[in-house]
Each structure stands twice: as C-alpha cells, then as structure tokens.
T-cell receptor
Framework: DGGITQSPKYLFRKEGQNVTLSCEQNLNHDAMYWYRQDPGQGLRLIYYSQIVNDFQKGDIAEGYSVSREKKESFPLTVTSAQKNPTAFYLC????WGGGKGEAFFGQGTRLTVV | AQSVTQLGSHVSVSEGALVLLRCNYSSSVPPYLFWYVQYPNQGLQLLLKYTSAATLVKGINGFEAEFKKSETSFHLTKPSAHMSDAAEYFCAVSPKANSGGGADGLTFGKGTHLIIQP
C-alpha cells in the first residue's frame, strides 16, 4: 500500500542533543513537507521540498534542518538551537502544481525533551 | 495572502445530533478548500475537498461541506453525530493560482475539537 511512514513514533531528546526524524513516502510525490503541531496552534510549516536536492524554509525553520537526497525521503533534524522542540511533528507529501493536490500525512512523531 | 478561521476551538454535540463546524477563509484568488480529521496521536486524514466543481462536496464518514463564495465559508456538517466522530478537525485553503501547489500553499486553521456527548 502506498503511504508515508514516519519513525520513530515517540522520541526523547536530551538538552543540547540533535535528533533526526525520518519520513519516507512511496506515493511518487515530488513535494514533501514538515509541520510542527502544538496544542491550539494548528499546523505550522517548518520546511518543504518541491524536488530532490532542493528545499525551502517555511514559517518556523529556525533550529531545524532538512535534506532531500532521494525523492522518497525527507528527514528532519531538530538541532540544539531549537529551544522548545517538544511537539508533535508531521510529515506530508503531495503532487506539485495548481494547489488542487491534497497533502497526505504520516502518523507523526512525538518529540519530548527530557 | 490567505487565511483560515475556524470558529470555536471546541464544539460539543450529543450523539445523533447535527454536527456543524465552521470555517471561513480569506484569499486573494479563488481557492481550493479542504477538511481534514485528526484522531489522537495520529496524522491528518482528508475528509473532503472543494476544487471548483459542485459547491456541495460529500466526503467520507457521512460528512459534507458547502462552498459559499458570497460568505467566504466552507462549513462542515454531518446530520447525525456518532461517538467515533470525536476528533480534531482542520479546515485548510490553497489558492488555485499558486504555481507551487500542494501544501506549501496550504494554510491550515487552528482546528476544532469535536466532542460527542453520549
């Protein structure tokens, strides 16, 4: 079955540590996205990528980094520069162009700072 | 610029009653509109979408929404609530003219938590 797989489902980070969240899709979508979700704030865009080896900052990119070396994969690194990383992180993918293509979401990764 | 306003962060209805979740948008160009549902600790699932065909859109699980251009609204309804409908619902807008398409042009509302009373 086609879909988006995020791993791990739960992740714990110590202060000052970098962690990487995995996102893989087999939908053959060109575009991939990372969102952060906090209670009562909806979804906020961190980074997005339209094509391999290219990505753009979203609304809250500070303290995060991404790479897009393969069409299927779009990992997100939460760096030590992100001062409040505890949140639910969602990866999504879609076709690119025209705005008609809805986003397909993974099951999310809940990151907690300990 | 575009934005989405969902009226009511929490909506409570009795089982079997009408569900109405409100969504108003602003967009400088005619939009595409979407409703997503999120169950606890899960990703978002598409309920329905409006892409300029019929203004009344039917989705999964008995939900439907009507696009009203004059009111800039896209309210979500279901005639009879079921306990399994308890979840977070997000309205989203994407401008048709956005050459980027997909989620970079997709703006989400802050969500409405639907509570079903037995």
């Amino acid at each position: 079955d086609g879909g988006i797989t995020q791993s791990p489902k739960y992740l714990f980070r110590k202060e000052g540590q970098n962690v990487t969240l995995s996102c893989e899709q087999n939908l053959n979508h060109d575009a991939m996205y990372w969102y952060r979700q906090d209670p009562g704030q909806g979804l906020r865009l961190i980074y997005y990528s339209q094509i391999v080896n290219d990505f753009q900052k979203g609304d809250i990119a500070e303290g995060y980094s991404v790479s897009r070396e393969k069409k299927e994969s779009f990992p997100l690194t939460v760096t030590s520069a992100q001062k409040n990383p505890t949140a639910f992180y969602l990866c999504a993918s879609s076709i690119w162009g025209g705005g008609k293509g809805e986003a397909f979401f993974g099951q999310g990764t809940r990151l907690t700072v300990v | 610029a575009q934005s989405v306003t969902q009226l009511g962060s929490h909506v409570s209805v009795s089982e079997g009653a009408l569900v109405l979740l409100r969504c108003n948008y602003s967009s400088s160009v005619p939009p595409y509109l979407f409703w997503y549902v999120q169950y606890p600790n899960q990703g978002l699932q598409l309920l329905l979408k409006y892409t300029s065909a019929a203004t009344l859109v039917k989705g999964i699980n008995g939900f439907e929404a009507e696009f009203k251009k004059s009111e800039t609204s896209f309210h979500l309804t279901k005639p009879s609530a079921h306990m399994s409908d308890a979840a977070e619902y997000f309205c989203a807008v994407s401008p048709k003219a956005n050459s980027g398409g997909g989620a970079d042009g997709l703006t989400f509302g802050k969500g409405t938590h639907l509570i079903i009373q037995p």
